[in-house]
C-alpha cells in the first residue's frame, strides 16, 4: 500500500500588536493581510499583544485594539495572549544565551553609543541614520552582575552578531542578506530596566506558540535577520517570512499611531464603514475591489504573489 505524503503542518500565524496607541489604517492593512494569509490556508491565529513596555503600554490601548480588530470583522483562536504575563520564558532563552556565550553585558549611555559609532571605524558606514554599536563592551564582563558591580551602572545585554551577512529569505521580497553591523550592530535582547527586549521577546513568545508565519510590516525586516540569529541560537525552528510595504498619507509621508485621523476609532467616528476599509486594503493588495463584503468574504481572492512592493498610499490626508 502506498504511504499517504506527510501532512503539511498547520499554519500557525499570529497578529502581535504593541498597545502604545490607538492603530491606524497602516496596522489595518498588515493584520487583515495576515487574517487573510493564514485563514486562506485554513491555519490558525494567535492574538499577542506586545505590552512589554509598560512605560507605554496602557490598557486603554489593548482594548481599543481588541475593539479595532472586531469592528474590521477579524477573529482568532483562543485567548487574547498578554506577552507580559510569560517573561518568564524570555528569561530562561536570556539564561541560555548567556551560557552559550553569545550575549554579553553592556553598560554603554545611548549618548556613549552614538559617539562610539561616530568614532570613525572600518567597514561600518551608517544605513539611513542607524547608530550602529560598535561592540565596546564584548568581552568586557564576565556577567551582569559583574558589569553592574564593576561600574555601578545598570547593564543591558546584548546579543552578539556574526562578521558574516544573514540571509532573509522573504515570502514578498525574495532573498535578502542583511550585514547587521550596518544595521545597529549587537543588539539588545535585555534592556537596562531587566524587561526582555522585543527581539528576544518575539521569538522566544512565537517560538513556545508554534508559530511558522510571521506576516507584519516591512519595517520589520532587518529585524526578521536579528530574530534568524536568536532562532538559530535557541534551537527554534524559524517561521517564514512574508514583510508587507507600509502604508502612507497622501502627502506621502508614513503613518504613525499618533496621527490621529487615520486611526480606525477616528475613522469610524467620522462615519466610514469597515467594509470600506477592507475593500481599500484588498484593492491596494491586488486582489478584486469589491463593494460592501466583509473581511471573511475575501478570503479566497488573498494571493500573496500579488501585493505590490511599493509603499500603499491611503488616499487621505492624515
Ligand atoms: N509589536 C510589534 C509592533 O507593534 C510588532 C511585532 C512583530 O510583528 O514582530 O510594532
Redesign the pocket.
Known sequence: MDAYPPLAPKVRG?????P?GRMHIG?AR?FLLAWWSVRAQGGELLL?I?DLDQTRARQSWSDGIVEDLAWLGLDWDGEVVM?SDHTVHSFAARDRLMEKGLAYACVCSRKEVREAANAPHEGLGPVSGEVNYPGTCRGKYASLEDAEQQTGRKAALRFQIPDKPVHVSDGIFGELDFALANHGGDFVIQRRDGLPA?QLG?VVD?GRSGINE?L??N??LV?AAR?QLLYAALDLPCPSWLHVPLVADSRGERLAKRLGSTSLAELREAGMQAHEIVAWVAQSSGMKTPTGCAASELVGEFDVAKIPHQTATWPQPS
Not at 499570529?14 to 504593541?18: C, D, F, H, I, N
Open positions: 499570529r497578529l502581535a500588536p504593541s502604545t496596522h498588515s499577542r506586545e506577552q522585543y518575539v512565537d510571521v507584519r510590516g519595517d520589520l529585524s530574530q
